[in-house]
Antibody, heavy 117, light 108 residues
Framework: QVQLVESGGGVVQPGRSLRLSCAAS????????MHWVRQAPGKGLEWVAV????????YYANSVKGRFTISRDNSKSMVFVQMNSLRADDTAVYYC??????????WGQGTLVTVSS | EIVMTQSPATLSVSPGGRATLSCRAS??????LAWYQQKPGQAPRLLIY???SRAAGIPARFSGSGSGTEFTLTISGVHSEDFAVYYC??????????FGGGTKVEIK
């Protein structure tokens, strides 16, 4: 079955950087786009970024454009998001999700990022 | 950016009852709409895609309808495990993919 395991979350000061990872298994990773979606505490879902199956196309939410970079390593079945210039409003649980066509279907359990001084 | 609006924010339903959740798009999204269920402390789960197609393993009591700007998720015969928050999401015009604010289905 599909398994997605995020890691790399934690507490970080404003302005600093953090890199999240997502290890995928149970499907042909190199055939699927991958998404990052976040959820601030007590709030709804916010799409963050998507990367195509081969890494050639990347799209971002306006709220993170220029600060976050999504990437993938198909040889290791992993997807990443490099988060720079973090702000308090980036505090959220970050989920990676497998893409089917253009929308997420299977989701990981998430990793919490807290931006605080 | 297409704005998705869900109503009501909270829906009180008796077990065995019928729940009707609404989702409205600010522009037509054709049938490119998905519904997700999220229980406390858990990741979202895909229920419906293409407005009316059930995802694998989703019980038949969940049904989706609509196209254009108006969509409905219906739970016929609500089970105790169905009390959760439900989100709609459009994938017709992106980036960005956009979600509604969610509807919480609670026990009446």
């Amino acid at each position: 079955q599909v398994q997605l395991v995020e890691s790399g979350g934690g507490v970080v000061q404003p302005g600093r950087s953090l890199r999240l990872s997502c290890a995928a298994s149970g499907f042909t990773f190199s055939s699927n786009g991958m998404h990052w979606v976040r959820q601030a505490p007590g709030k709804g879902l916010e799409w963050v970024a998507v990367i195509s199956y081969d890494g050639s196309q990347k799209y971002y939410a306006n709220s993170v454009k220029g600060r976050f970079t999504i990437s993938r390593d198909n040889s290791k079945s992993m997807v990443f998001v490099q988060m720079n210039s973090l702000r308090a409003d980036d505090t959220a649980v970050y989920y990676c999700a497998k893409g089917i066509r253009t929308f997420p279907d299977d989701w990981g359990q998430g990793t919490l990022v807290t931006v605080s001084s | 950016e297409i704005v998705m609006t869900q109503s009501p924010a909270t829906l009180s339903v008796s077990p065995g009852g019928r729940a009707t959740l609404s989702c409205r798009a600010s522009l037509s999204v054709s049938s490119n709409l998905a519904w997700y269920q999220q229980k406390p402390g858990q990741a979202p789960r895909l229920l419906i895609y293409d407005a009316s197609s059930r995802a694998a393993g989703i019980p038949a009591r969940f049904s989706g309808s609509g196209s254009g700007t108006e969509f409905t998720l219906t739970i016929s015969g609500v089970h105790s495990e169905d009390f959760a928050v439900y989100y709609c999401q459009q994938y017709n015009d992106w980036p960005p993919l956009t979600f509604g604010g969610g509807t919480k289905v609670e026990i009446k």
